[in-house]
C-alpha cells in the first residue's frame, strides 16, 4: 500500500502536457511573444492593420511624415522573422500547440493581405521608396525559417504574387553596407521557392563581406567598423541564413559557409558576455531601440545548437530572460498593446528619423530558440548563471576570454 501511494505521488509530481504547464522560461517566452505580436496578426489578418496600428516617431503620434508609407510593412517582416522558427515545429496537440496552430493560420491569411494589391492592407514591396527592400528581406527570411509550415499553407495566387513583390523590390539598388543582405536573402528565397534567382546580389553580398571583415568575428558596416548591433540586427543572421540556402542548392559560394560559421558562433559568445549580471546590455550604437533584437545572433547560435563549449543552453535561456525581465518595463506597450518608441520604457528621443512603431518589432528576433521543441535541453536543462553574473559572483572556475584569430 505504502509503495501504491509512493506511486501515484510521483505521478502528480510529473509534468503535465501542455501550454500551462511548460517550463517557467518557455512558458514566459510565448507569453510575452505573443503579447507582442498578437495586434500585429490579428489586424493584418482582418485588413485592419492600416487603420488601427499608431504610427509613432520620435516627433509623436500619426506625424503624417514617409514613415507611414513603410512602417506596416516594418511590422511585418521583422515580427515573421523572429516567431517563424516556432511557427514551423511539426503540429501537436498541446496547448501550445493549439496556439501555434492559430498563429500559422494567423500568418497565412495576413501574407495573403499583405500581398494582395485589392486589400487595405496591400504592402507592396517595390514602392514607394527605399525602405521597403528591407523588410521585403525580412519576409523572406521569415518563409526561408518556416519553410516548412508557411509556405506549403499558402495558396497558389499567394505564392505567385509573393514571388512578384520580391522580384519588385529588384528595383531598388543596395548600397554599400549592411543593406546587400536585403538584396541577397530575397534572391536566396527565391533559389529556395521557385528554384531561380539572381546570383548577382548573392555573390556581390558574400564577397563584400569578405572583404570587410574587421577580425575576432566582426564585420564592417560597408569599409568601415561601427560599433553598434547590426552584426546582430542583420549582417551575420542574414549572411548564415544565405549561405545555408546556396550550400543547399550546391551553388557557388557555400565554401565560405563554414569560415562565417565559426565567426557566426564567436560573435553568439560575444554577445552573451555582454549580458550583466542583473541583465542589463550596453546602449551602444544606433537602433538601439530595437532592443531585444540586438540578441538575434545569440538566440540564432542557440537555435541552431552550435553554442561554443564553454556555453550551456541553459545560461542563454537564463541570461536572456533576463534581459527580457529587465527591459520590457512599463511602457514599452502602449494602452492596446502596440510597442512604443524607447529602449527600456518609453524613451521617443533615443529614436533616429527612419525608426516607427514598425520598426521595433525587431525586438521579436531574440524569440528564434523557441523553434527548439519543448523538450529540448535548452528549456529543460537546469538553471544556469550566465558568464557575467559568474564572474561577478566569484566563481573561480570562469575561462578566460580569447579573439578568434582567422
Known sequence: MRNKIIFFSLLLLLPKVGYANLGKDRAYWLDTMIKMVEPVYVNLSR??????????????????????????LEALGRSFAGIAPWLNLPADETEEGKLRARYVGLVVKSLTNAVNPESPDYLPFGEPFEQSLVDAAYVAQGLLRSKEQIWPRLDSLTKQRLVKEFK?????????????????????????????????????????????????????????????????????????????????????????????????????????????????????????????????????????KKLPKGIKPAQVRCALTQVMKRQ????????????????????????????????????TLVFLPLGLDASDEFWTAKDEEWTALKIWNGNADVTPDHALRD
Open 47 to 72: 485588413n485592419t492593420l492600416r487603420k488601427n496600428m499608431p504610427v509613432e516617431t520620435r516627433e509623436g503620434l500619426d506625424v503624417g511624415n514617409e514613415r507611414e508609407k513603410v512602417t506596416h
Open 168 to 304: 519588385a523590390s529588384r528595383r531598388f539598388k543596395a548600397p554599400d553596407k549592411n543593406w546587400l543582405m536585403f538584396s541577397a536573402i530575397i534572391e536566396a528565397a527565391l533559389l529556395e521557392f521557385t528554384g531561380e534567382c539572381n546570383m548577382k546580389p548573392i555573390t556581390y553580398a558574400i564577397q563584400k563581406h569578405k572583404e570587410w571583415y574587421k577580425g575576432d568575428a566582426w564585420y564592417g558596416d560597408g569599409r568601415r567598423l561601427h560599433v553598434d548591433y547590426y552584426n546582430s540586427f542583420v549582417i551575420q543572421p542574414m549572411l548564415t541564413d544565405v549561405l545555408e540556402v546556396i550550400k543547399r542548392h550546391g551553388v557557388e559560394g557555400d565554401e565560405f559557409y563554414d569560415v562565417h560559421l565559426r565567426r557566426f558562433v564567436r560573435y553568439a559568445e560575444q554577445l552573451e558576455r555582454m549580458i550583466g549580471p542583473d541583465g542589463t546590455y550596453p546602449p551602444v550604437g544606433r537602433s538601439i531601440t530595437y532592443r531585444l533584437g540586438a540578441f538575434q545572433a545569440l538566440a540564432q547560435v542557440a537555435l541552431m
Open 328 to 363: 520590457l518595463v512599463e511602457g514599452t506597450f502602449d494602452r492596446k498593446g502596440w510597442l512604443t518608441l524607447g529602449f527600456c520604457g518609453h524613451q521617443p528621443r533615443l529614436a533616429e528619423k527612419y525608426v516607427s512603431t514598425g520598426s521595433l518589432y525587431m525586438c
